[in-house]
């Protein structure tokens, strides 16, 4: 990602978009890299704030048109889109990480406070840690986390199915390519040609990606 900050003013890295609305090739790559880059810029998005909804939508714009528009050729909706649900999940799940590797379970909230990872404000840590421990957040987490393994298990009974329509010949539609999100078919994803194109329909809320 050190080439992107690199890039001249007057200068844009294109990015080839498939059918689905995803970013590919070496392009795709490299947008996906930075946008994991910048979730881990902690004054861009501070740790403090309870999700990425309560991010003050002055943030999101301010790294939209400064940083990835600067440096990548992004004007459609869809791939701001895209974009803005992809810097949510790379946020939160930076989060998860830095929690659990501090969080073994038995450390009470003064321990955690005093392990605040370098470069993040010891305040936004502190709420960060109080935010975590909260009965609602625990919750919230089992919740969560009961979703997953329900999850898990649907896929993988999924993936079985497709095995034997593979091995026995049938003609039942094939799964799903797994991890592009929106679920394309294989066809959809190795047969289409990557293109770029206009978004129609408007720009979701920033305060809502």
Not at 4 to 31: C, T
Not at 155 to 173: K, R
Request: proline share 3%; aromatic share 8%.
């Amino acid at each position: 990602t050190n080439d992107v900050w690199h890039v001249r003013p007057n200068e844009r890295i294109l990015v080839k978009w498939n059918n689905e609305g995803q970013p590919i090739a070496d392009g795709g790559a490299l947008l996906n890299r930075f946008l994991g880059s910048i979730t881990r810029n902690h004054n861009a998005f501070p740790i403090s704030y309870s999700s990425w909804r309560k991010i003050p939508k002055v943030y999101k714009e301010d790294i939209l048109k400064n940083t990835i528009q600067a440096k990548f050729d992004i004007h459609s909706d869809v791939h701001i889109n895209h974009i803005l649900k992809s810097l949510n999940t790379k946020w939160r799940d930076h989060r998860q990480e830095l929690w659990q590797q501090r969080n073994d379970g038995t450390r009470i909230r003064d321990e955690l406070i005093a392990m605040a990872p370098e470069g993040i404000n010891r305040d936004h840590w502190a709420s960060f840690v109080d935010y975590r421990l909260n009965s609602k957040t625990k919750e919230n987490a089992l919740k969560n986390k009961e979703i997953r393994t329900k999850q898990i298990i649907a896929h993988t009974e999924i993936s079985t199915i497709d095995s034997l329509a593979y091995v026995f010949g049938s003609q039942e539609h094939c799964g799903r390519v797994r991890g592009l999100g929106l679920g394309p078919c294989p066809s959809k994803v190795f047969g289409c040609n990557a293109h770029s194109y206009s978004g129609t329909s408007s720009n979701t809320d920033l305060q809502n990606q």
